[in-house]
């Protein structure tokens, strides 16, 4: 893992909707690999979705020598699981009432994946977390993040959450300063954003987080939109749920190569995606610059 001298002042952004099938995952990977290169800056990406597709994507592409080499694909189950250097870790139930939890050293569970990126890997078995009862454990990433002073480490720690309500989700929401709400454009988009607001208002009310709302980026989206397309983007931000959120000037285009291209799922290895990614990482920067301010 790469270290810089200067100490940092990271900033944790939550990737989130309440509706599957949105380019959250693209998004997350996109910004973090994004980041970590052209903008030099020191990233870490957690995975907290037990799909664990964006662990998948950049292993893919920075643990592989070849992309679909059936040798390489086995990076996770040969290294990540036998050495338990997932996200599971931070969650593991106590078995021993002797031995508290402590929370694990950052180079237990963190793996270096290039130069300036990082991650945390997503794990399955996260959605046995969901059965506990035990209420701290909504706890365990930001105290991971504040016990082992990953924000001195990191510019920027990115979580990929999961579409549902869930103990690991609000985890990743209490860990974080910000959040993000990737959203596609079709007439169930508003039931996501709607389950995702209510969440989110619930666990600042709760808990007393000062957690903000970064702003929509439109995903998937055609070039040019059909008129019926137009209607429903028109319909969903006259939305009561959506006059508070922001929207992006910038979107990510609907890119079939970064789900059937054979250089991985990874949307920077593509022109198109990657000049999305790029506007995204702009705009997002100067979001966060001026809320600073």
Known sequence: MSEQMQEKDGKVISVINMKGGVGKTTLSIGLADFLSEKENLNILLID???????????????????????????YYNEVVIPAEKTIYKLFKPQIDMSVSYETPDKDDVIINLKNNLDILCGDLNLVLVNKVSDHTFVKRIRNFVEDKELRKIYDYIIIDCPPTLTIYTDSA??????????????????VGISSLQKAVNNLIREERINLKCLGLIYTMV????????????????????????????????????????????????????????????????????????
């Open 48 to 74: 907290a979705d037990p799909q664990f597709n964006s662990t998948q994507g950049l292993l893919d592409n920075y643990k592989s020598s070849g992309y679909g080499n059936d040798d390489d694909v086995n």
């Open 222 to 293: 055609n070039k040019s939109l059909s008129p019926k397309q137009e209607k429903i983007k028109s319909s969903f931000e006259s939305k009561r749920e959506v006059n508070d959120i922001d929207i992006f000037s910038s979107s990510m285009s609907l890119a079939n190569n970064i789900q059937f291209g054979v250089g991985g799922t990874l949307p920077t290895k593509y022109k198109n995606s990657r000049e999305d990614i790029e506007a995204i990482t702009l705009e997002l920067i100067d979001r966060i610059n001026q809320i600073d301010r």
């Open 173 to 190: 929401l209490m860990a974080s300063d910000f959040y993000l709400i990737p959203n596609r454009i079709d007439r169930y988009s508003i």
